[in-house]
């Protein structure tokens, strides 16, 4: 089955850019998705990318998807105290399957 | 309004009772699951349904049964709560494109 792997942690400073990667297993993956978990909150969609994309862009997101490496990584620039929070990488593996494997989750946090 | 709710948040409850915690979506969905997220933060699928039919059942205890009467709602029962059934229970739903929209989520404290 599908395996998707997270770093933990990372810090950064206020202002600077963060970038959280992700590396998955199953090269059949056709959607990617970057989900944003705040303390005590739900999981709320960030993003996503379609496996035939390679960069998406919507504000300070910006999504790489390197499918040769089965990577993905989320940029935030201009990294807030407000992005702190855990961020979730998950990949769906194709029609039929109704299952999305979820990393383990990387915790940004943001020093002021 | 709430896409995907579920009640109630929190659940406090002593070993070895029965509990059922209830998740509703009005989004239209025809997929809805249940997660379980452990102290660590880690996420796992425990059950999927689509039209009201089971299609994925993890490694889960048989104490743990879902129940979709219709396919807006997705009920989780727990029979016999144990120590470590205590975690953050999340529900979502889905439609084609699976991206999942997710629930509050449940905090179980199991004493």
């Known amino acids: 089955g599908e395996d998707v792997e997270q770093s933990l942690f990372l810090s950064v400073r206020e202002g600077d850019s963060s970038v959280i990667n992700c590396t998955y297993t199953?090269?059949?993956?056709?959607?990617l998705y970057w989900y944003k978990q705040e303390p005590g909150a739900g999981l709320q969609l960030l993003t996503y990318?379609?496996?035939?994309?390679d960069m998406k862009q919507d504000q300070r997101l910006t999504v790489l998807l390197n499918k040769k490496d089965k990577h993905l990584s989320l940029r935030i620039a201009d990294t807030q105290t407000g992005d702190s929070a855990i961020y979730f990488c998950?990949?769906?593996?194709?029609?039929?399957?109704?299952?999305?494997?979820f990393g383990k989750g990387t915790k940004l946090s943001v020093i002021p | 309004d709430t896409a995907v709710s579920q009640t109630p948040k929190y659940l406090v409850t002593q070993m070895g009772n029965d509990k059922s915690i209830k998740c509703e979506q009005n989004?239209?969905?025809?997929?809805m699951y249940w997660y379980k997220q452990d102290s660590k933060k880690f996420l796992k699928i425990m059950f999927s349904?689509?039209?009201?039919?089971?299609?994925i059942n993890e490694t889960v205890p048989n104490r743990f049964s879902p129940k979709s009467p219709d396919k807006a709602h997705l009920n989780l029962h727990i029979n016999s709560l144990e120590l470590g059934d205590s975690a953050v229970y999340f529900c979502?739903?889905?439609?084609?494109?699976?991206?999942?929209?997710f629930g509050p989520g449940t905090r179980l404290t199991v004493l």
């Open positions: 979502a739903s889905s439609q084609d494109t699976n991206e999942q929209f």
């Open positions: 199953d090269s059949s993956s056709t959607y």
């Open positions: 990318i379609f496996s035939n994309m």
């Open positions: 998950a990949a769906y593996s194709g029609a039929g399957s109704y299952q999305l494997t």
């Open positions: 989004l239209g969905h025809d997929t």
């Open positions: 349904y689509n039209n009201k039919e089971l299609i």
